[in-house]
């Protein structure tokens, strides 16, 4: 069964930093893409970060270029979410999602996902 586990966030300070942990099962990494989404309180999912598969080419929301990086480490079935220069915006509830390889796609990483995990949470707040 795939099975996708968040951790790492917390309560950070603006400008500060957190890496996020996305542990999975079930299924070989090598050839999905991998996803980062956050929600926020009252406001709709949104993609954050992703990565296709294969090729490993990152894509970022404009908002958190330069800020955030997406990596992965294959043989862990761990994928990361790096983010440097948090501001209060960033607050969100933040899930890693990943997909089948049919709906890979090399310019979108995919056309949709499938899989979720449970989501952690991440508090830009001074």
């Not at 996708?4 to 996020?20: A, D, F, I, Y």
């Not at 996305?22 to 929600?39: E, I, L, N, P």
């Not at 406001?43 to 908002?63: F, I, L």
Request: aromatic share 12%; hydrophobic share 30%; with cysteine.
């Amino acid at each position: 069964q795939l099975q996708l586990v968040e951790s790492g966030g917390g309560l950070v300070q603006p400008g500060g930093s957190l890496t996020l942990s996305c542990v999975s099962s079930g299924f070989s990494m090598d050839y999905y893409a991998m996803a980062w989404f956050r929600q926020a309180a009252g406001k709709e999912r949104e993609e954050v970060a992703c990565m296709t598969s294969p090729g490993h080419k990152m894509n970022y929301k404009d908002s958190v270029k330069g800020r955030f990086t997406i990596s992965r480490h294959t043989s862990a079935n761990t994928v990361y979410l790096q983010m440097n220069d948090l501001r209060p915006e960033d607050t969100a509830t933040y899930y890693c999602a990943t997909t089948p390889p049919k709906y890979n796609n090399q310019a979108t990483c995919a056309r949709q996902y499938d899989y979720w995990g449970q989501g952690t949470l991440v508090t830009v707040s001074s």
